[in-house]
């Protein structure tokens, strides 16, 4: 069994998939901790992720179709989780890219030396993959799950596998801050690592580019019903003393 599952949806992403991901792999393989496994659920139409994760043998990839799948991040992420048989669940987007050398060995050590079921780490974005803007250390929000996303990306998530949670297959816009919102009421607080571990690419073909402002509507709907329906005085109260005690 691996130490980490690095779960990477993918798909053909406008003809850059394999081209983002080929980078990917190749700063996973300057990583100074080897004891992971990449799992690659792919809904790409053409063969291009395929054939790169067959051809890679630096790294130990796992190739797995999810063609049949919802057409959404949430969904192949979870496909990719659920395939996973590491200790620790790293969600790694296909165009994101994990920067610092020695990022999964701190996550690695961040579990072994804390009891928190999940981590977040700092971030940045980058244009060109070679130089990093607006770097960020995260930190919860009380309104995090409407949309405030002082966290970043899914890419700088991790968790324990015996107690991850999968993303809400009916969100896209908010999946990321949504599932935070849950494993911090689950779970209590995160342990952060605050160095940029993490580049998140920005590029014309995201998801996150192309979302309408009706499905943003949509969503906002239905997370503001989904927590206001299953929230407890109790939860509430917590989830604000651990927004307190993290800042």
């Not at 969904?75 to 990022?103: C, P, S, V, W, Y």
């Not at 993959?129 to 960020?136: K, L, S």
Request: hydrophobic residues 40%; glycine residues 6%; contains cysteine.
């Amino acid at each position: 069994m691996p130490k980490i599952s690095i779960c990477i949806p993918a798909y053909d992403m406008g003809g850059k998939g394999a081209m983002f991901l080929e980078q990917s792999f190749l700063r996973l393989g300057a990583q100074d901790f080897d004891d992971f496994e990449v799992v690659v659920s792919d809904q790409s139409q053409s063969g291009d992720v395929y054939d790169l994760c067959a051809a890679t043998t630096e790294i130990t990839v796992r190739h797995v179709w999810f063609r049949d799948g919802p057409k959404q991040a949430s969904a192949n992420t979870n496909n990719a989780m659920r395939h996973a048989t590491g200790e620790i669940i790293k969600i790694l987007f296909q165009d994101d890219l994990l920067m610092a050398r020695d990022a999964l060995r701190q996550t690695a050590e961040a579990f072994d030396h804390s009891d928190a079921a999940w981590l977040i780490c700092g971030s940045g974005v980058t244009r060109d993959g070679q130089t990093v803007e607006r770097p960020m250390v995260p930190r919860l929000h009380p309104q995090l799950h409407l949309g405030k996303n002082t966290v970043s990306s899914p890419s700088v998530l991790a968790m324990r596998a015996a107690q991850k949670l999968e993303f809400d297959e009916d969100l896209i816009w908010l999946m990321d801050v949504d599932l935070y919102k849950r494993l911090l009421l689950a779970y209590g607080a995160p342990h952060i690592l605050p160095d940029t571990l993490v580049w998140n690419r920005l590029h014309s073909g995201q998801v996150s580019e192309s979302v309408s402002g009706e499905t943003r509507a949509r969503e906002l709907k239905y997370v503001r019903g989904k927590f206001s329906a299953h929230e407890t005085f109790g939860d509430w109260l917590m989830y604000h003393k651990q927004i307190l005690k993290i800042r």
